[in-house]
């Protein structure tokens, strides 16, 4: 398998512009995550599935964003309007549906995006 | 809540050196606990997991921690630094109430690694 692949790899926009990132996670994992890296907060969960369904989005730090995942292969992490404080690396990562000890999320390599 | 914290933001060491990096969690329900490597651009890899197993746990690439009830920590030990080690460790943090796959994450400990 080719791992979590993301999309793109790196990203710059201009305030108010809507972005999309994208996200395929590994093949016949249960579990999606999306992620956010900043220097100032760290790694931060924004939100998971289970299934395709949102499980817990407590993360989602405004309503400007906004994640979906319409089938268990894609998934995609939409910010409108963008802000140059959405500065940061996102990541997404799967996990396949295991007991807890045996659990392990696999993270593609990010998108870097850049607001200016 | 459950939360980790990582002393120190940067660690540096001389290749052959024993490798320390520190981390104390806080939960009120037994944790599960992660370490995590980020090499530069790449995503995050599972180095080892605790999951209320054996309280040593050996990991890949040399690596291992020892999960300490009674000081809350899980600290990452390798005998002899490698040039390769070189990368940025994040400690984890999961509980069985929000379920182990919903990680809390530490700032980081950017490991430096001298000739």
């Known amino acids: 398998d080719a791992g979590v692949i993301q999309s793109p790899r790196h990203e710059v926009t201009e305030m108010g512009q809507e972005v999309t990132l994208r996200c395929k996670p590994i093949?016949?994992?249960?579990?999606l995550f999306w992620y956010r890296q900043t220097m100032m907060r760290g790694l931060e969960l924004l939100i998971y599935?289970?299934?395709?369904?949102?499980?817990?989005d407590s993360g989602m730090p405004e309503d400007r964003f906004s994640a979906k995942m319409p089938n268990a292969s894609f998934s995609t992490l939409k910010i409108q309007p963008s802000e140059p404080r959405d500065s940061a690396v996102y990541f997404c990562?799967?996990?396949?549906?295991?007991?807890?000890?045996?659990?392990?999320?696999?993270f593609g390599q990010g998108t870097r995006l850049t607001v200016v | 809540a459950q939360s980790v914290t990582q002393l120190g933001s940067h660690v540096s060491v001389s290749e052959g050196a024993l490798v320390l990096l520190r981390c104390n969690y806080s939960s009120s329900v037994p944790p599960y606990l992660f370490w995590y490597v980020q090499y530069p651009n790449q995503g995050l890899q599972l180095l080892l997991k605790y999951t209320s197993a054996a309280t040593l746990v050996k990991g890949i690439n040399g690596f291992e921690a020892e999960f300490k009830k009674s000081e809350t920590s899980f600290h990452l030990t390798k005998p002899s630094a490698h040039m390769s080690d070189a990368a940025e460790y994040f400690c984890?943090?999961?509980?069985?109430?929000?379920?182990?796959?919903?990680?809390?994450f530490g700032t980081g400990t950017r490991l430096l690694v001298s000739p």
């Open positions: 990562a799967s996990s396949p549906l295991v007991s807890g000890v045996d659990t392990e999320a696999f």
């Open positions: 599935f289970n299934n395709n369904v949102p499980i817990d």
């Open positions: 093949s016949g994992h249960d579990y």
């Open positions: 984890a943090v999961s509980d069985r109430n929000t379920g182990f796959q919903k990680l809390v």
